[in-house]
T-cell receptor
Framework: ETGVTQTPRHLVMGMTNKKSLKCEQH?????MYWYKQSAKKPLELMFV???????ENNSVPSRFSPECPNSSHLFLHLHTLQPEDSALYLC?????????????FGQGTRLTVV | RKEVEQDPGPFNVPEGATVAFNCTYS??????FFWYRQDCRKEPKLLMS???SGNEDGRFTAQLNRASQYISLLIRDSKLSDSATYLC???????????FGAGTRLFVKA
């Protein structure tokens, strides 16, 4: 499955590091999403980019910063993270307004903050 | 009230059993509905869409009840490989806002 590709697959970073997660979709979709999934917790929507509009979950700390340079690429910039930010970060894409609007996920980046 | 609610389970069933999951949603204007499956430490994957008239895909049957605002998933003749977490998903406003339920864990045992 190469529809949505995330890199890196695994990342270990210190609390003072700066890193970025990358997501690329090859499905021609017009919306991309970042989700966080902590251990034994449900998926939490962090950010949505749809066409020109960005929607964010107001509970997401500012140490997470998304960037969407075009409809195929999405980044999540990380800085001064906390250990509780360790989780699986999932990128997804979908086509809004279409008859079928289901989201397709990348394989995720498993992040560990030490 | 959560926007999408599911019984977290776990459901422990023997092979060959029939098991059903329900999911309720709070937004009556929700437009499209899906069931996703998530295996341990993997990304969610679409299992099936849920149509107003109900739909079936092999051993899986999905139903939508708009009046009562719930969707259901029925799995017949359970297999060991059906063990996973099943996520109920609701789309509002043309798919722009996708809400995931917390998931229902299923364990199928020999």
């Amino acid at each position: 499955e190469t529809g949505v590709t995330q890199t890196p697959r695994h990342l270990v970073m210190g609390m003072t590091n700066k890193k970025s997660l990358k997501c690329e979709q090859h499905l021609g979709h017009n919306a991309m999403y970042w989700y966080k999934q902590s251990a034994k917790k449900p998926l939490e929507l962090m950010f949505v980019y749809s066409l020109e509009e960005r929607v964010e979950n107001n509970s997401v700390p500012s140490r997470f910063s998304p960037e969407c340079p075009n409809s195929s690429h999405l980044f999540l910039h990380l800085h001064t993270l906390q250990p509780e930010d360790s989780a699986l970060y999932l990128c997804a894409s979908s086509q809004t307004g279409a008859p079928r609007t289901e989201a397709f996920f990348g394989q995720g980046t498993r992040l560990t903050v030490v | 009230r959560k926007e999408v609610e599911q019984d977290p389970g776990p459901f422990n069933v023997p092979e060959g059993a029939t098991v059903a999951f329900n999911c309720t949603y709070s937004n009556s204007a929700s437009q499209s509905f899906f069931w996703y499956r998530q295996d341990c430490r993997k990304e969610p994957k679409l299992l099936m869409s849920v149509y107003s008239s109900g739909n079936e895909d092999g051993r899986f049957t999905a139903q939508l009840n708009r009046a009562s605002q719930y969707i259901s998933l029925l799995i017949r003749d359970s297999k060991l490989s059906d063990s996973a977490t099943y996520l109920c998903v609701v789309n509002n406003t043309g798919g722009f806002k996708t809400i995931f339920g917390a998931g229902t864990r299923l364990f199928v045992k020999a």
